[in-house]
């Protein structure tokens, strides 16, 4: 049965425009629901066919059997005389298009395919979600404190038309996250579960420091400064390792910025956690020295290269700051180059047995 239909077209016009979704994906999910409905009412399955045509703004929907001289599957075959009552000049092997009047479908028919068309649309509105917030993955995202949860400390955001959980261990310790609040968040990963796409976000990643650092500083986000490596206690102490291939630039001063600027904007979104900026180098000497600024390192033996493991001499009085608080800063500096360092006073071995 071929149909012009204003008010349909013009109701999948509104349709696509109110969910922001496309109209030929629209036209997918309602022509899996028509041939579903048709095939309730008359059984078979693929030799039923929907045509529709935005453009033309026209649909057919039609069974295809083909003419047999023994009928074995009344929903895909018909006999010589069946044939001819469509087609006059038929024969064995001919393929006939038998029009189906929408009327015919039935209340049921008809509510089954309004409930599938419900369906497909949401499963579209699904897919559109995940690939725009998958297209986020390891992105940094502006998002709204939506709720928190008083006892679990969860917090819903708002992220565009998406809502996403930010639980209470991938914020930063210390933060007080209040409704109607802005905040910056790392998309950790995007996931797909049976309620749709599930949107994995932190505070606390390493990846959030590096975006931030992107965002404020030209030179990152140009490539002529890279960022070699990050260790983070989030809420507490950053060190970021950085480089350029260019002479002509300095790479810390690039992150600290004119008067400190940068770092300082950088400081402020993550509510006043330290940043070290240390000057990354292929010499793990050298490194492992910048590693456990801002301490001043007299000298680096390397123990075993192998297992990654070495001994750093301070200056007596630097000791604790090279240790840091509750070891701290030697954690991070060993977090950042991938080195377990024993760090000794330079008047003597200390804690030795």
Same mark, same amino acid.
């Given at each position: 049965m071929a149909a012009n239909n204003n008010d349909f077209f013009e109701a999948l016009e509104l349709l696509a425009k109110e969910k922001g979704v496309s109209k030929e994906s629209l036209v997918e999910k309602i022509r899996a629901a028509?041939?579903?409905?048709?095939?309730?009412d008359y059984?078979? !399955?693929?030799n039923i066919h929907v045509d529709i045509d935005p453009v033309e703004e026209t649909f #057919?929907?039609?069974?295809?059997?083909?003419?047999?001289?023994?009928?074995?599957?009344?929903?895909? $075959?018909?006999?010589?005389?069946?044939? #001819?009552? =469509? @087609?006059? @000049?038929?024969?064995?092997?001919?393929?006939?298009d038998i029009p189906v009047k929408v009327k015919k479908f039935g209340r049921i028919a008809a509510v089954n395919a309004k409930h599938v068309i419900r369906q497909g649309i949401r499963d579209v509105e699904r897919m559109q979600v995940f690939e725009e917030l998958q297209s986020k993955q390891g992105e940094l995202v502006n998002a709204?404190?939506?709720?928190?949860?008083?006892?679990?400390?969860?917090?819903?955001?708002? %992220?565009g038309k998406s809502e996403a959980v930010l639980p209470k261990n991938e914020q930063v310790p210390g933060e007080v996250l209040i409704e109607g609040q802005h905040i910056k968040v790392y998309v950790v990963d995007v996931e797909v579960s049976d309620r749709g796409p599930k949107i994995l976000i932190s505070r606390t990643h390493p990846g959030l420091v #590096?975006?931030?650092?992107?965002?404020?500083?030209?030179?990152?986000?140009?490539?002529?400064?890279?960022?070699?490596? %990050?260790?983070?206690?989030?809420? $507490?102490?950053?060190?970021i390792a950085v480089y350029s291939k260019d002479e002509n630039v300095d790479p810390r001063g690039a992150c600290i910025g004119p008067r400190g600027t940068r770092v300082a904007n950088i400081v402020e979104e993550?509510?006043?956690?330290?940043?070290?900026?240390?000057?990354? !180098?292929?010499?793990?000497v050298k490194f492992i020295s910048e590693s456990l600024s801002p301490a001043?390192?007299? !000298?680096?033996?390397?123990?075993?290269?192998?297992? #990654?493991?070495?001994?750093?001499?301070?200056?007596?009085?630097q000791l604790s700051?090279? %240790?840091?608080?509750?070891?701290?800063?030697? @954690?991070?500096?060993?977090?950042?180059?991938? =080195?377990? %360092?024993?760090? @000794?006073?330079?008047?003597? =071995? =200390?804690?030795?047995?």
């Open positions: 028509i041939v579903h409905a048709v095939r309730r059984g078979g !399955s693929d #057919k929907i039609y069974i295809r059997k083909e003419v047999v001289e023994e009928v074995t599957d009344p929903n895909t $075959q018909m006999t010589l005389e069946e044939g #001819k009552t =469509y @087609r006059s @000049r038929c024969r064995i092997g001919s393929v006939i709204v404190v939506n709720r928190v949860d008083p006892q679990k400390g969860n917090a819903v955001l708002l %992220i #590096k975006r931030l650092f992107e965002n404020e500083v030209p030179e990152i986000f140009d490539g002529t400064v890279q960022v070699m490596g %990050i260790a983070r206690e989030a809420g $507490q102490r950053t060190k993550l509510g006043g956690e330290k940043i070290d900026i240390v000057l990354w !180098s292929e010499d793990p001043n390192v007299v !000298s680096v033996e390397m123990i075993d290269t192998e297992a #990654k493991t070495c001994r750093v001499t301070v200056p007596d009085h700051l090279a %240790i840091g608080n509750r070891g701290q800063n030697a @954690r991070l500096a060993a977090k950042l180059t991938g =080195y377990r %360092i024993d760090i @000794r006073p330079e008047s003597g =071995y =200390y804690g030795e047995e």
